[in-house]
């Protein structure tokens, strides 16, 4: 429910690497942040949430957060999409 609040869309899939079992990417244009999703999921079952923006015609990361538990992931995002609170 909570990404259709922050309408995302333009969903990507990441297969698994060195660093990640994979992850997805989603654009949202949430209240207090408009750009990319990024979320990977490491070996240790956490996640790794990057917020990511166009600045000058290149991608770069404006926001990251690891070590997230599942069950924090969505409110994670929604703090920054909506509220812009970084903890």
């Known amino acids: 429910l909570a990404m259709t609040c922050w309408g995302a869309d333009k969903f990507t899939a990441y297969p698994s690497d060195d660093i990640s079992f994979g992850g997805l990417s989603f654009t949202v244009k949430g209240l207090k942040f408009r750009g ?3 979320i ?3 070996w240790n ?3 790794t949430v990057e917020f990511w923006k166009k600045r000058k015609g290149a991608m770069e990361i404006v926001h990251a957060r ?3 538990y599942a069950m924090d992931l969505a409110e994670v995002i929604d703090q ?3 509220q812009k609170e970084v903890a």
Request: proline residues 0%.
């Open 36 to 38: 990319t999703v990024k």
């Open 40 to 42: 990977k999921l490491a």
């Open 45 to 47: 079952d956490t996640y």
């Open 80 to 82: 920054y999409v909506e």
């Open 66 to 68: 690891t070590e997230i």
